[in-house]
């Protein structure tokens, strides 16, 4: 299985201020990796698909970059509702697998 | 647009078989545009995938589950099951359905989810 592996995994920020939440793969993963928020009681939500394309109705504040191993999510002004655990996933090849997580606090 | 909602006990005896059944609404299961899938999370834990269905028929499981798990369809329904069979307390967890699609790039990604249900395995 490719593992998958965030940093930091937590983290605490205030609004406005810009965000870098990393993935790294185990292998080379391509551009297969998608990224999700996930808020307490809730479903994950899909951000970022193919690594770096938007979901639609997804805000233009969150983007993500990064092939091969390497990926990393940005919010680049952090709003009060972007406070959530975010995590990565890959599909390059089965199982799907996910980070572990990267939770997003308010300082 | 896609809404899907997981149905099922909640409370489970070990060694006993999970059961849950994901109802589909604003699309067919028969699409070809979509496999569909489950995924869980354990209280406090990360996300694990679980397996696909295809239309075809077709499924895709986790290795790590795959001698205990079951995903079909039932479209006359529009809906598609887990079946877990003897579960332990490491199987308590929120049960996502979800449906997964692909870009032409071959990435596949989880773009609808059901609310999730949370299953516990006690005695």
């Known amino acids: 299985d490719i593992q998958m592996t965030q940093s930091p995994s937590s983290l605490s920020a205030s609004v406005g201020d810009r965000v870098t939440i990393t993935c790294r793969a185990s292998q080379s993963i391509r551009s297969h990796l998608n990224w999700y928020q996930q808020k307490p009681g809730k479903a994950p939500k899909l951000l970022i698909y193919?690594?770096?394309s938007l979901q639609s109705g997804v805000p233009s504040r969150f983007s993500g970059s990064g092939s091969g191993t390497d990926f990393t999510l940005t919010i680049s002004s952090l709003q009060p509702e972007d406070f959530a655990t975010y995590y990565c996933?890959?599909?390059?090849?089965?199982?799907?697998?996910f980070g572990g997580g990267t939770k997003v606090e308010i300082k | 647009q896609l809404q899907l909602q997981e149905s099922g006990p909640g409370l489970v005896k070990p060694s006993e078989t999970l059961s849950l059944t994901c109802t589909v609404s604003g699309d067919s299961i028969s699409s070809s545009s979509y496999y569909w899938g489950w995924i869980r999370q354990p209280p406090g834990k990360g996300l694990e995938w679980i397996g696909t269905v295809y239309y075809s028929g077709s499924t895709y499981y986790n290795p790590s589950l795959k001698s205990r798990v079951t995903i079909s369809e039932d479209k006359s329904k529009n809906q598609f099951s887990l079946k877990l069979t003897s579960v332990t307390a490491a199987d308590t967890a929120v049960y996502y359905c979800?449906?997964?699609?692909?870009?032409?790039?071959?990435?596949?990604?989880?773009?609808?989810w059901g609310q999730g249900t949370l299953v516990t395995v006690s005695s």
């Open positions: 193919a690594a770096s």
């Open positions: 979800a449906s997964v699609s692909w870009d032409v790039g071959g990435n596949y990604y989880i773009d609808y």
């Open positions: 996933q890959q599909s390059y090849s089965s199982p799907l697998t």
